[in-house]
């Protein structure tokens, strides 16, 4: 749950980014699609430790 809920959050992140930097559409979805790419990675890792964990 974690992992989706941080590619959700970095998605949209990325999308912000990008439009606050004056980005077309093409740098929005880029900077959404790497930036959720790497929340979702760090959520599973996160999540996987956690299941470790408990």
């Known amino acids: 749950m974690i992992g989706i809920i941080l590619t959700v959050l970095g998605g949209a992140w990325g999308w ?3 439009s606050k930097r004056n ?3 093409a740098d929005k979805i880029q900077y959404m699609l790497v930036f959720a790419l790497i929340f979702g990675l760090v959520g599973l890792f ?9």
């Open 16 to 18: 912000r980014l990008a």
């Open 23 to 25: 980005g077309n559409r």
């Open 46 to 54: 996160i999540g996987v430790v956690a299941d470790r964990w408990i």
